[in-house]
């Protein structure tokens, strides 16, 4: 079990290097300012980003057995986990708005969500 915990911490914080590191490189490559899609996905990826180091940071600092993190880790990750629900429901929101309002003379299928323009 203990080599179970032990590599799951390491893929935690595999992924949490990860998308720092992604956060940092789509912020100096992209120009996802310019679209609601590129400013979503920089969001979602920060959001994740934030989830994947608010437990990485929790997996060291939380005291064997204990029932709850302390106090300040509850702060951080209700604000994280706000701004995830935050996130899903403007994602639920542009697919709705692409899928359902559209102009009728367009010939795309419904389905059809414009690309980012990078």
């Known amino acids: 079990m203990q080599l179970l ?4 911490n390491v893929a ?15 912020t100096l490559t992209a120009t996802w300012w310019k679209s609601e899609v590129g400013w979503h996905l920089m969001s979602w990826s920060a ?3 934030a ?5 990485a940071f929790a997996s060291v600092v939380r005291k064997p057995g204990a029932a709850l993190p302390p ?29 359902l309002v559209r102009d009728p003379s367009d010939p795309r299928p419904p389905s059809h969500i414009p690309p980012v323009n990078l």
Do not use: D, K, P
């Open 5 to 8: 915990f032990t590599l799951g």
């Open 71 to 99: 106090a300040n880790l509850l702060c951080i990750r209700l604000a994280v986990f706000a701004v995830f629900w935050f996130l899903i429901a403007w994602r639920f929101w542009m697919v709705a708005r692409a899928q």
């Open 12 to 26: 935690l914080w595999g992924a949490s290097i990860t998308g720092f590191l992604f956060v940092v490189f789509y």
């Open 51 to 55: 989830i994947f180091a608010y437990l």
């Open 47 to 49: 959001a994740t980003e």
